[in-house]
Nanobody
Framework: QVQLVESGGGLVQAGGSLRLSCAAS????????MGWFRQAPGKEREFVGA????????YYADSVKGRFTISRDNAKNTVYLQMNSLKPEDTDVYYC???????????????WGQGTQVTVSS
């Protein structure tokens, strides 16, 4: 089972950018679909976006489409979440996730990272 470690969270002003990284170990990275989720205290974890192992297809939640971009470097076993035009409502703990399926959903995720806090000030 792959292990995941996120980095890159922090505090940023509204309109700014952050890039999160998620380094994977212990598995064949190219065979995993990789995703990002986020969660606020007391709320359910929500899907942000994912990169499928199948043809590297990426897809996003409507709330971040056009602002967030997922990319992956299979040689470095790392997936990235580039977040632009950040809004205060993007403030959450962001989690990296790995799935052996073509899609990344709460039910297909097999490994989670520890989470990294992103705070967007207004």
């Amino acid at each position: 089972q792959v292990q995941l470690v996120e980095s890159g969270g922090g505090l940023v002003q509204a309109g700014g950018s952050l890039r999160l990284s998620c380094a994977a170990s212990g598995g064949t990275f190219s065979r995993y679909s990789m995703g990002w989720f986020r969660q606020a205290p007391g709320k359910e974890r929500e899907f942000v976006g994912a990169s499928s192992w199948s043809f590297g297809i990426t897809y996003y939640a409507d709330s971040v489409k056009g602002r967030f971009t997922i990319s992956r470097d299979n040689a470095k076993n790392t997936v990235y979440l580039q977040m632009n035009s950040l809004k205060p409502e993007d403030t959450d703990v962001y989690y990296c996730a790995a799935s052996g399926s073509k899609t990344v959903t709460m039910s297909t995720v097999s490994s989670w990272g520890q989470g990294t806090q992103v705070t967007v000030s207004s």
